[in-house]
Every structure is written in C-alpha cells, then in structure tokens.
C-alpha cells in the first residue's frame, strides 16, 4: 500500500503542528511520499509564508524596503528550527534568498522558498529525504506539466529511499529556472505524485475534518460528508464549496486514485473520501439522499419572452451567441415555452450588460425583456437523487411551508444537481430549510 500525504499551510504553521504531521506520518508506514504547503497561519492575525513573500516581492518591484517582512520570514522558520532542536543551516538559506533577490531572479524563485524551506525542515523533523520539487516537477513551456519528465526525475530520485518529501506548488521550467503554480497548488503536487507512484489514495491534510454538507457559516456544525463522487465535488466547488484545488483532481482521477480529505487536528475523523465511484461502500453505509448543499449571492438573471420562439430552429443559439461575443459565462439557462432566462454572475455582466441587451432587443426582437440582480443560486447535490423519487416534490414543498420564493429552478437528466434561484435575502434561509429537512432530520431517523 502507498499513500501520498500532502499537509496544507496550517498543518505546518508551527512547531506543535509539525508534530502533529509527525505522529500521523509515523502512524501509518504506507505513507511513503511527503508534500508539503509553506507555514500557514498560525493564529488569526498571523500571515502566511507564501503572502508574505508575495509582499516582499512586491516591495522590491517598487523599490520599497522588504527587511521588515523578511525578518517575519525568518522568525517563523527560526522559531521552527528551535523549538524543535533541528541542525537545518537557516543562516546560509537566508543568505542564499538575500543574494539571488538582490539579483533580481524571478518572482516564482522567492515565492517558492515557503514551501522549499518548511519542507527542508519538516523532511529532517520527520528523518525523510527531502527532493527539492525543482528537481522533479518538470513544466512545458505553456505552464503544463510534463508528466513524462516528471515520472523519470521521481524515479531517479526517489529510488532507494523510503520516505520522500517534495515541497509542494513549484517546479521547474525545462531551462531549469523556478516555476510556481496558480495558489494553492500545492495540492497539485501532491495528485501529480498520487498519479505517478500509482498512489492507492492520496490523502490531503487540511485544517477540516472533510467536506462539510453545508457552509459552517450558514449552520453551525453541519455534519461531514464521508463519501462524494468527483463528480460531485465538481459541481459543489464550482459553486463556491473550497477545499481543495481544481486542477488536483484530474491527476488522481485519471487513474482512479481516492483522494480523502483528512484533518490534522482530528487525526482520528476518516474526514471525506472523494473517489469515482462510491457504490459499493453506499451500498454497505446508504447515503443521505443529498451530498452537499453549497452555492453563491451576487447572480443577475436576464429573462426574455417572444411568441413562438421555441419553434424558430436557432433561437437559442442567437441568443447564447450573443453572451459569447462578450466573453460572459453562463451559469443556468432556465427554459418555458417562449421564455428564457440566462444566469450570469453580476460581476461578469456588469460592463457590458447594456451592450448586450441592446444587442439582443436587435437581434432577437423579444416583446419583453427583463433584468433582475441581487439573485442567489443554490445547488442541491447528490448521485442519490436519481434512485429516489419525489426528491424535487418535497424540496420544493420545503420552499413553500417557509415561504420562500422560487425564481428559477433547473436540473438536467443526470439529476446529479437542483439549481434553484432564489433572491439574495432568502439564500440563507432556504439553505438551512432544506438542510433541516434533508439531512438533520434524516440523521434523527
Ligand atoms: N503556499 C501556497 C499558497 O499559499 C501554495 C499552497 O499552500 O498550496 O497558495
């Protein structure tokens, strides 16, 4: 069995959190490969590694001094180092940063010291060897990575050794200078890793014990959920649910690894298991008939009517063309017979929304057309849903005992997710109804 375990910046955001990462490493000899986030923060008013050195960049593009920020840097990593008595030489790496940066070196070579230098610490605190990340993810000029490359380096490096951290969110370009990924990319590495080592699961080390079905902010300890399809997890981080990045699913998913969603803080919660198909494990635990509930404020919904214009071949498509001529996404077109509403995010259309209505008055000829902000989208998600009748009938029944005004609701025939519009006022309200409804209220049972 091998597992790759990625720890985020607050599971290394001090010499406590290091040993907590230590006794979960050591905890389980599966867990071979090591990737680790730069020092997160450590307590509220506390600041990342990885915005720090952001700032310092900054400063030094404007000729402002840094030595302020630096000397946080060093601090943390200080701190670090003593409180757990480790021999890393902290004076020559600083040195070295101080040298290259007064060079003028690329930004991607300061910023990525976060995660080069918790990860030379953390690989001697754990007595694993530590492969700089520069020496094993290999980019392609357009930014990708180059997997082949990459496998080849692991190889060559990884050999003969039994635990390896790489520090996560760099790598190298193939002239050899330093690249950093978009943020949180550490997450990257680590499924990158998953795919080349043919990982049985890649577990992912947060400050969360798993995905929550719902906001905390909106209900206060909702329950976690144990298994959610990838899937899933895609249509609830597209609307707005955040833990893990994007891009770290294709990696893991193209080979079918499970990724598990863990928290250091509660090493013992199983936390999520996010996996392609779950099945066979709902068959044994069945699972609530709702996975997730998550979605956003702030949407505009642009409606139009025109007689008979479900029967003109082409009418959608001009419509939709024009959303594309100015570059908008659209997140929901709800369709009636004649009337159509389009679902943009307000701060997408805001530029150009007179632009477009001008141009779909042109050239649609629509006898109303109606614009309405302040909309919120609710997604209701759950490969459930499509065995169990009457899930839709008694949402919306829900919607009704609280009063809550439905303004559009689409769903496709995967019944993967309900998207239900609502105004902004009532996004709250009618998340914690249909949370009361699907999940506590099942959890009573
Ligand atoms: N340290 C980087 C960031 O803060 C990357 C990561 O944590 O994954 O975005």
């Not at 951290?165 to 680590?190: C, E, H, K, Q, W």
């Not at 992912?204 to 959920?225: A, Y």
Request: glycine share 6%.
């Amino acid at each position: 069995m091998i597992k790759v375990v990625k720890f985020g910046g607050s599971s290394v955001a001090n010499a406590e959190q290091f040993q907590k990462v230590k006794n979960i490493v050591e905890s389980d000899p599966s867990r071979k490969f090591i990737v680790t986030s730069a020092c997160g923060k450590e307590s509220h008013e506390d600041h990342k590694v990885t915005d720090l050195l952001y700032l310092i960049q900054a400063h030094i593009q404007y000729g402002v001094s840094y030595e302020s920020l630096f000397d946080m840097v060093v601090k943390k990593y200080t701190s670090i180092k003593e409180d757990l008595h480790l021999s890393l030489d902290l004076e020559a790496e600083f040195q070295k940063m101080r040298d290259i940066l007064t060079k003028n070196d690329t930004p991607d070579y300061l910023v990525s010291r976060g995660e080069y230098l918790t990860g030379k610490l953390l690989a001697e605190y754990l007595g694993a060897t530590f492969v700089d990340a520069a020496k094993v993810i290999q980019f392609h000029y357009d930014g990708t990575i180059d997997m082949k490359r990459t496998g080849e380096q692991l190889q060559l490096y990884a050999k003969n050794h039994e635990k390896i951290l790489v520090p996560g969110f760099y790598g190298a370009m193939p002239n050899g200078t330093i690249r950093v990924m978009s943020r949180g990319g550490s997450d990257i590495t680590g499924a990158v890793l998953a795919n080349l080592v043919n990982a049985d699961v890649y577990e992912n080390w947060t400050d969360v014990s798993g995905f929550m079905v719902v906001d905390p902010r909106i209900i206060s300890h909702p329950i976690s959920i144990p298994r959610i399809t990838y899937a899933e997890l895609r249509e609830m981080s597209y609307m707005g649910a955040n833990v893990l990045h994007d891009e770290s699913v294709y990696p893991v998913r193209e080979k079918n690894i499970p990724i598990n969603i863990r928290n250091t803080n509660e090493p013992d919660h199983p936390g999520t298991m996010i996996m392609e198909d779950c099945s066979a494990m709902d068959k044994l635990d069945p699972p609530h008939a709702i996975t997730g509930i998550t979605g956003r404020k702030n949407y505009t919904v642009i409606s139009l009517t025109k007689a008979h214009s479900s029967t003109e071949i082409g009418f959608l498509r001009k419509l939709l063309s024009v959303f594309e001529k100015y570059n908008v996404s659209i997140e929901a077109v709800p369709v009636t017979v004649d009337t159509y509403s389009i679902v943009v995010q307000t701060h997408l259309i805001n530029h150009c929304l007179y632009e477009i209505i001008g141009e779909l008055k042109e050239q649609l000829k629509p006898e109303d057309i109606r614009v309405e902000d302040h909309q919120a989208m609710i997604a209701v998600v759950g490969r459930e849903m499509k065995q169990r009748a009457g899930i839709s009938g008694q949402l919306l029944s829900e919607f009704g005992r609280n009063k809550i005004n439905i303004r559009t609701i689409s769903q496709s025939s995967y019944e993967l997710t309900i998207m239900i519009g609502v105004s902004d006022d009532d996004f709250e309200k009618a998340i914690r109804a249909i949370y009361e409804k699907f999940v506590a209220e099942e959890k009573k049972e």
